[in-house]
């Protein structure tokens, strides 16, 4: 029992050692070193260095001819006084070169662009679509990116809106808002703005509403987006001009406009009308879009495709005069009202004396 209680009292005075070391000078200094990174903890050193050589050559030979610890004492404690100074000053060049974020003013908004970068725009800039697309204009110059605004094929959003186009703009857009920006790539069908592989019913989304690409080397996110577009009906399917003949001739007239629809692009006039309306870009411009053909869509940080829906309408001011009716003629707006009528014959006769 005597051995062990021998070897505990041996190593209580080297526990008692270790926490004196703990409470020394240099114990302190690795602790505070410490707390900085690698480059400044190197700048500490040797500013520490530099430091006390400076003390030993401006006591002199003082510390040669020592004879009493009063010497020594004095000399720690200016080596201290400097240490201290010196460390108080290095933290506080670190804290004034941390910046601060400033208070943004309560009638700003701000836009985070395709790039990352971050702008603040005052009432008088973000009031209008207009004022906000010039003021993005000049933020492009020379930056990639910069033919998508010129075109202005990019839409400006958040979580409750993807794209808000210029006629909500100011019932939307108020102060305080964050809009984010994305390039506008319209496609015929819906596909992958990097690979161009198609979507099909594997693809799944992300918590945002992001299309995750199923190609393995690509894996991607995109966002979708249709967009209807109202085109007038040419003239060899405009509907007659009176409702009974409008009626009669329905499932005919449906027909029709089902197979101008599944044709190829000719030079039909449908073909004409329904091209300018779409205005679809599956290649690159010939107007230098130096953006697509640099493959430069990889830094943007959100896109989004757009397909185009065609609505046509019948273009009711080009008809000839008809007899008038008692009650006004619905406005058909899409094929699918052409449908809606053809499946509800009965409630024709409503609109006729």
């Not at 080009?318 to 052409?338: E, G, K, L, M, Q």
Request: proline share 7%; aromatic share 8%; glycine share 6%.
């Amino acid at each position: 029992m005597d051995a062990p209680e021998r070897q505990v009292d041996r190593r209580q005075p080297r526990d008692r050692e270790s926490r004196f070391e703990r409470v020394t000078l240099r114990g302190i200094l690795q602790q505070i070193v410490l707390r900085f990174g690698t480059e400044d903890q190197d700048i500490i050193w040797r500013a520490l260095a530099t430091l006390c050589s400076w003390v030993i050559d401006a006591e002199g030979d003082s510390f040669i001819f020592a004879s009493s610890t009063a010497v020594i004492t004095r000399a720690a404690e200016t080596t201290m006084h400097v240490i201290v100074t010196f460390l108080v000053l290095f933290m506080m060049w670190k804290l004034a070169t941390v910046s601060r974020p400033l208070a943004l003013s309560p009638d700003t908004i701000v836009i985070v662009d395709v790039l990352g970068e971050a702008f603040v725009l005052g009432h008088e800039t973000f009031s209008t679509w207009e004022s906000t697309h010039n003021f993005l204009l000049q933020a492009f110059q020379g930056r990639v990116g910069m033919s998508y605004v010129q075109r202005r094929a990019y839409g400006l959003g958040n979580s409750e809106h993807l794209l808000i186009g210029p006629r909500l703009w100011s019932q939307v857009v108020r102060s305080g808002l964050t809009l984010k920006m994305s390039v506008v790539v319209r496609e015929r069908t819906p596909q992958c703005p990097y690979c161009r592989t198609a979507r099909n019913g594997e693809n799944s989304a992300d918590n945002n509403g992001r299309i995750i690409c199923t190609r393995e080397d690509c894996g991607r996110l995109y966002y979708t987006h249709p967009n209807e577009v109202l085109a007038p009906l040419p003239p060899e399917i405009q509907m007659p001009g009176s409702f009974d003949e409008r009626a009669a001739s329905l499932p005919a007239r449906v027909e029709l406009i089902s197979e101008a629809m599944r044709r190829p692009q000719t030079d039909s006039p449908l073909s004409e009308t329904a091209s300018a309306a779409l205005n679809l870009r599956t290649e690159p411009s010939s107007s230098g879009d130096s953006d697509l053909t640099s493959g430069s869509r990889g830094r943007f940080q959100s896109i989004v495709v757009e397909t185009v829906v065609t609505m046509f309408t019948p273009d009711i001011d080009a008809r000839p005069p008809t007899t008038p009716v008692s009650h006004p003629i619905p406005h058909v707006t899409s094929v699918r009202a052409f449908h809606a009528l053809d499946r509800e014959p009965s409630r024709s006769s409503c609109f006729t004396h």
